[in-house]
C-alpha cells in the first residue's frame, strides 16, 4: 500500500465543479508558461507554492524520483484513493519545484542579444555554459544514477531555482540495466501517450525497443544542434521522411555550427550512433 507523505496532494484538492457548466475545472491554480508549444511541452500548473504534473503514470512518477539531482526536484505527489477494496491512495502526478523552461531562458537571451554587439558576445558565451551543463547532466544521470532518459530535447531542460540546469518529463526513462521485458510490458499496459525515444538510426514510438544511453547522446547532440542554431531539426519534414532521413544516416546540416570546438562534438556524437556525418 502507498505511504502518503507530507508534500503529497490529494487530486480532489486542485478541482471544483463548476457551478454552470457542471464539470471539473480547476481551483486555484495558474497554468505556468502558457506560450509554450502543448505539442512539444508538457502542461504544468501552479499550485500553491509547488509546479503539479497531473494525471501522470505510477511509472513516471518513479522515474522522476530516481533521477534524484539530475532532475527538478520532486517534492511529493498528486495523489488519488480509487484503489479497491477501500479506496486506497495511488500516485497520479507529481508535485515539484517550480523551474523555469530553458528554452524559454534562451529565447530571452537571444532576443537581448540583438541589442548590442556586447549581448551578442554575452549570447555566444551563454550558449557554451548551457551546453557544457546539459552534457554534464546527462552523463550524471547514466552514471550516478543508472537511468536512461530516453526522451531528450531542449523541452525537457529546465532551470532550476539554484539556477542549474536539470532535467524534466521522465515518462520514457528506464534504469539502465532493466530488462528488455519490462520495457516490453510497459508498451502493452501505456494507453494514451508515447514512450519515445530518438536513436543514431531510427525513431523509436511505441516499440519493443527500450532507449539507450547512446539514444540519449544523439539527442542531446541534436539538441545542442538547436541550441547554437536556433532552428528546430527536422521542422518541415514529416514522420515518415524522417525515419527515412534516420535509417540511411541522414541528419542535421553541421555546417550550421558556427563554433568549431562545438560542431565537432556534435558530429562525434552523430558519427558513433550511426549518422553519415
Known amino acids: 500500500m ?3 507523505g507530507p508534500n503529497d496532494i490529494p487530486l480532489d484538492d486542485l478541482f471544483e465543479i463548476h457551478p454552470e457548466r457542471g464539470h471539473r475545472v480547476f481551483k486555484q491554480t495558474v497554468t505556468l508558461f502558457p506560450h509554450q508549444n502543448p505539442r512539444t511541452s508538457t502542461r504544468v500548473h501552479k499550485y500553491k507554492d509547488y509546479a503539479i504534473k497531473y494525471y501522470t503514470a505510477a511509472r513516471e512518477v518513479e522515474m522522476a524520483e530516481l533521477a534524484g539531482d539530475c532532475g527538478v526536484k520532486v517534492h511529493g505527489r498528486l495523489v488519488k484513493f480509487d484503489v479497491p477494496p477501500n479506496n486506497q491512495p495511488r500516485p497520479v502526478g507529481l508535485v515539484m519545484e517550480i523551474a523555469r523552461p530553458l528554452e524559454h531562458y534562451i529565447e530571452t537571451i537571444k532576443i537581448e542579444s540583438e541589442k548590442t554587439d556586447a549581448k551578442a558576445a554575452a549570447y555566444e558565451s551563454e550558449k ?63 494507453s494514451g501517450g508515447h514512450l519515445t525515444a530518438w536513436s543514431g538510426n531510427k525513431m523509436r514510438q511505441s516499440t519493443w525497443i527500450p532507449p539507450t544511453e547512446a539514444d540519449d547522446w544523439y539527442a542531446l547532440a541534436i539538441s545542442v544542434w538547436e541550441l547554437y542554431t536556433g532552428k528546430k531539426a527536422f521542422e518541415d519534414i514529416g514522420e515518415g521522411e524522417m525515419v527515412l532521413n534516420l535509417s540511411t544516416g541522414k541528419t542535421v546540416d553541421l555546417e550550421e555550427v558556427k563554433d568549431n570546438e562545438t560542431r565537432e562534438w556534435i558530429r562525434r556524437m552523430l558519427h558513433e550512433r550511426g549518422a553519415a556525418v
Open 128 to 190: 557554451n555554459r548551457i551546453k557544457t551543463e546539459m552534457i554534464a547532466v546527462l552523463k550524471e544521470l547514466h552514471t550516478k544514477y543508472n537511468l536512461v532518459h530516453g526522451d531528450v530535447c531542449l523541452s525537457r531542460f529546465v532551470i532550476c531555482q539554484d539556477h542549474k540546469i536539470r532535467l524534466c518529463d521522465f515518462k520514457s526513462a528506464r534504469p539502465a540495466d532493466e530488462s528488455v521485458q519490462i520495457w516490453q510490458d510497459l508498451i502493452e499496459d501505456t
Open 2 to 4: 502507498m505511504q502518503l
